[in-house]
């Protein structure tokens, strides 16, 4: 029983790495992809990886406060249109 348990981590793993590799693809195939890695700012970001890397990291935590704002305007509008009701409901 000990030995089913590799083989089917491994098996696991090899699926694993064969749909990933099908997602890079799709991403290399794409056209958008395509026409912007052949621009100048993609050949420029190709040959320089960890700049690549930090604009990439940059934009993803910029994400996160605007998401935190959005989520307080949805919540504080939620929150006065309840009291609204509330109010005016007496």
């Known amino acids: 029983m000990a030995k089913e348990e590799p083989q ?3 098996r696991d793993l090899q699926e ?3 749909k990933l590799s099908l997602l890079i693809d799709s991403f290399q195939n794409n056209s958008k992809v395509v026409a912007f890695m052949k621009s100048p700012v993609g050949q420029y970001l190709d040959s320089h990886p960890f700049l690549a890397f930090t604009l990439l990291v940059f934009i993803v935590m910029s994400a996160v406060p605007v998401g935190f704002f959005l989520l307080i305007v949805v919540l504080t509008t939620l929150a006065a249109l309840l009291g609204v009701i509330i109010l005016e409901g007496h």
Request: glycine share 0%; charged share 15%.
């Open 8 to 10: 089917s981590i491994s």
């Open 16 to 18: 694993l790495q064969k």
